[in-house]
C-alpha cells in the first residue's frame, strides 16, 4: 500500500518519537503535526517523557503529550488511532513504554527516520541513513505530496530546528547540498533563522554555565595510548549544580573539539542507570562500539548507550573496552 493509500484510509493519526526528545525529534515531530492538521486529520503528538526546557518555544509544544505524565490519555488515543508515525526512532525499544502500546496496536505504522539498521516494525517506512536529520525527511514527505505552500511558521521552524541541531549547525559530514536548499527554501518563505539558533543556543542559565565549567575544568580526560577524551559525571555532581533536563546537550562535542582527539564519550549517571553520548571523527565507528558494548547504537559518528551497573563500574568498563576497540 502506497503512502498516499495509508493516509486516505486514515482519520485519527499519532505521531510519536523517541525517550529524551531532542530538537529533531521534537521538530519533525511538530512540523508533521502542523502539516497534518493543514490535510484534516485528527492529529496528536506523544513522546514517552519530557523535552528540554530549551526547546518549549516551538509553536505547538503545549499540546504535546507527555506519557509519563498522560499515561491513560496516551494509551486510549494509540488504542483508538488509524495511523501510528514513528519519527527519529529505528526500534520499538527507543521509545519505552510507548513502544508496548504501538506494538500492540492495530493501527497503520510508518516509519519516518535517519538512523542505521531499522528494526522491522513498521508497515511503510522511509529510512533514509544519509539525511541528516529526521526533519529533513519530513520536509521531503511534504514535498512529495506538492504541498510546500502549506509550510507556515509552525512548520517550517519545527524542520528547520530538526536539521540545525541534528546537523550541528550545518557542520556535520551528513549535510547535503539539499540540506542547505531547504533552510533556503524556508527562509524565503519567511523563517527567521537567527531566531531559531538563539532560543536554543543562546538560553544557558547560571547553574548550567557552571556545570559546563566543572565539567571542562575537573572532568575532562584524555585517555593514555589511544586519541580518546572522556567526561563522567555522577548524580551528586549533578545535583551539585542543580541539574535541570537539557544541561549537558552538546557537552560531548566540547571533548570532540579538543586538539588530536578522534573520539570523545560524556557518561552521566542517571536513575538506576549510566546514559552515554559518543562522538566520533573519521572512520572510528561509535554506533558499532555502543552496540557492542552498552546495548545503544546510533549514527557512525554520533551514538548513545546505555548501562546498569554502577556508574564507576560503567567508567571502567568504557575505558576498557575502547582500548580494545580501538587498537
Not at 486514515?10 to 525517550?19: C, G, L, N, R
Not at 509553536?59 to 519519527?87: C, M, P, Q, R, W
Not at 575544568?217 to 535541570?244: D, G, H, M, Q, T
Amino acid at each position: 500500500m502506497s503512502i498516499e493509500e495509508i493516509l486516505d484510509n486514515s482519520q485519527k493519526v499519532v505521531i510519536t518519537t523517541h525517550q529524551s526528545p531532542d530538537g529533531d525529534a521534537l521538530g519533525s515531530s511538530l512540523a508533521l503535526f502542523g502539516y497534518l492538521v493543514k490535510k484534516g486529520f485528527d492529529v496528536c503528538v506523544v513522546v514517552p517523557d519530557s523535552f528540554p526546557k530549551f526547546l518549549n518555544w516551538m509553536k505547538g509544544t503545549e499540546n504535546v503529550l507527555v506519557y509519563n505524565h498522560d499515561e491513560d490519555v496516551v494509551k486510549e488515543l494509540i488504542g483508538e488511532a488509524d495511523l501510528i508515525f514513528s519519527l527519529d526512532y529505528n526500534s520499538l525499544m527507543r521509545v519505552g513504554g510507548v513502544g508496548d502500546l504501538i506494538e500492540k496496536s492495530t493501527a497503520y505504522k510508518v516509519m519516518i527516520d535517519h538512523h542505521l539498521h531499522p528494526a522491522d516494525f513498521a508497515d511503510w517506512m522511509c529510512s533514509d541513513t544519509s539525511s541528516c536529520s529526521t526533519a529533513q525527511l519530513i520536509y521531503n514527505f511534504i514535498e512529495d505530496f506538492n504541498d510546500l505552500d502549506l509550510i507556515d511558521d509552525q512548520i517550517a521552524e519545527g524542520i528547520y530546528c530538526g536539521i540545525m541541531t541534528d546537523s550541528g549547525s550545518f557542520r556535520f559530514p551528513s549535510v547535503q547540498a539539499k540540506t542547505h536548499l531547504i533552510a533556503a527554501d524556508l527562509i524565503n518563505r519567511g523563517l527567521n533563522h537567527s531566531r531559531i539558533h538563539e532560543l536554543v543556543h543562546d538560553v544557558n542559565t547560571l547553574p548550567k554555565l557552571h556545570l559546563l565549567g566543572f565539567a571542562l575544568n575537573e572532568k575532562l580526560r584524555v585517555l593514555p595510548n589511544v586519541p580518546v577524551a572522556v567526561i563522567a559525571i555522577n548524580c551528586e555532581e549533578l545535583s551539585r549544580f542543580n541539574y535541570k533536563k537539557g544541561d549537558t546537550e552538546g557537552l560531548v562535542n566540547y571533548a570532540l573539539s579538543l586538539e588530536g582527539i578522534e573520539m570523545a564519550a560524556f557518561i552521566k549517571e542517571d536513575d538506576n542507570k549510566v546514559k552515554m553520548s559518543f562522538r566520533s571523527k573519521g572512520e572510528i565507528a561509535v554506533n558499532e562500539f555502543s552496540s557492542q558494548n552498552f546495548n545503544g547504537g546510533g549514527h557512525k559518528n554520533a551514538a548513545g548507550g546505555i548501562s546498569f551497573t554502577s556508574f564507576e563500574e560503567t567508567v571502567e568498563l568504557f575505558e576498557s573496552k575502547i582500548v580494545e576497540f580501538l587498537i
